[in-house]
């Protein structure tokens, strides 16, 4: 039975729903990939907001928007020069850093003058143990929780820096995991409800926007999130990775795992079975002998005047 990590993330349990063998590659054989351009850009504007949030808590006041922004320009260098970056087609660095240095600025300029944080990247741990449908613990491996929450602002909303290609729309708002992992872990460590959370989110439009996106979450919303967590967990200790193919993450540009999984082949995936090459071959000799005797009954039947019968009825 496999292992469960210190932890579980957001990340990793998004990861793990979206394609199990996915979290396998990552989680449990370890395998890092170069992160996206789009990757770097993005934890470099979450590094700029905390810059100006964390000496914002005291001062009460923002930096200047030159220096939110030049921040962002050398972090980025540092970022970029770092690691191995791959680059999507049509992509450069370049342009990726004068998106990055507008997405900001807007940031800078439409957002956060709005917010007074107390809190910037609050790390807060939730534990508790999976049970199976009969409400038993499974094994006596317990789950912790991990969020690291972004903002907390002084009204108590728990806030969420993003930034993203296309406007959101309400409804992928209130499902949004990120912040109901955020609302339950806080909850439960702090006995706190927050009044409401949101994104706050840069949005890479040719002119870039900053949008507020607001929302709530039940108790009963919680638990059932709760519940999905804990089903992850179970299916992690059960060691249940299978592929899903089916999606937009499936494609060589959105997953570092390609080469390794869909990009071999089906045919020399190991675990479809030994025998799965000569198994399809036979199903195709099969297929084309049955087509090519059809067709050979329907040639005699023309020359000699004779229909068969239908094959599911007795000839009368």
Known sequence: MAQ???????????????????????????????????LKQGGTFHKAAEFNYNQKVNSRSDLPVDQVTDYFAETFETEW???????????????????????????????????QPIAVEQKLEYEFIPKNDKGEPIGDQSVKVL??????DEAGRIRD??????????????????????????RMVT???????????????????????????????????RNTIGMVARGILAEVFP???????????????????????????V???ENLKQELQESVDREEKAHKKGGQESKAQKETGIQAAPRDRKPS
């Open 271 to 273: 675990d479809l079975g």
């Open 147 to 152: 969020g690291v929450i972004d903002v907390v």
């Open 191 to 225: 006995g706190r409800v927050e009044p409401e959370l949101a994104l706050d989110v840069a949005i890479k439009t040719a002119r870039p926007q900053a949008v507020v996106y607001r929302t709530k979450r039940s108790p009963t919303m919680l638990a059932m999130h």
């Open 161 to 186: 820096n993003k930034t993203s290609g296309k406007a959101m729309n309400q409804m992928d708002v209130d499902k949004d995991m990120q912040l109901s992992t955020y609302s339950l872990v806080r």
């Open 81 to 115: 020069s770092r690691e191995e970056v791959k680059l999507d087609e049509g992509e450069s660095k370049g342009a990726l850093l004068d998106q990055g240095v507008g997405l900001i600025k807007v940031h800078r300029q439409v957002i956060m003058p709005t917010v």
């Open 243 to 269: 592929r899903n193919n089916n999606g937009w993450h499936c494609q060589p540009k959105f997953c570092g795992y390609w080469d390794d999984c869909m990009g071999k082949g089906l045919v020399s995936v």
């Open 4 to 38: 469960l990590m210190a932890y579980l993330s957001h990340t990793q349990v998004a990861m793990f729903l979206r394609c199990p063998r996915q979290y396998w590659y990552r989680y449990v054989k370890g395998w890092k990939t170069p992160p996206s351009g789009a």
